[in-house]
């Protein structure tokens, strides 16, 4: 059973920071590309940014040189510095993380995903 747990949303004022967080935990063989997604309401789920495990990062448009995804592989955690927001930055964030874990002897690779946490930048 793999877990991935995110903390770090809250309610900030636009032009403001925040600092999300993810962590995964359970029968972990490896983990590949983590990444952090969103969804506001009425609209498709889009990806934010995402991380190889090589530290190789890949940004939405939308966020450049505003966030910026890490991680910490003896952790197995990612994280997403949010500088600058904007009210159009207001969404639920998703963790995601493709996460391989062993079984007898075999190695299966698999999405998952986080429970979501609300991101709300709004004066």
């Known amino acids: 059973q793999v877990q991935l747990v995110e903390s770090g949303g809250g309610l900030v004022q636009p032009g403001g920071s925040l600092r999300l967080s993810c962590g995964a935990s359970?029968?972990?063989?490896?983990?590949?590309?983590m990444g952090w997604y969103r969804q506001a309401p009425g609209t498709e789920r889009e990806l934010v940014a995402t991380?190889?495990?090589?530290?190789?990062?890949n940004y939405a448009d939308s966020v450049k040189d505003r966030f910026t995804i890490s991680r910490n592989n003896a952790k197995n955690a990612v994280y997403l510095q949010m500088n600058s927001l904007k009210p159009e930055d207001t969404a639920v964030y998703y963790c995601?993380?493709?996460?391989?874990?062993?079984?007898?002897?075999?190695?299966?690779?698999?999405?998952?995903w986080g429970q979501g946490t609300q991101v709300t930048v709004s004066s």
């Open positions: 359970g029968n972990i063989f490896n983990i590949n590309d």
């Open positions: 995601h993380a493709v996460i391989a874990t062993l079984s007898l002897d075999l190695v299966r690779e698999m999405d998952y």
């Open positions: 991380t190889s495990r090589g530290g190789e990062t």
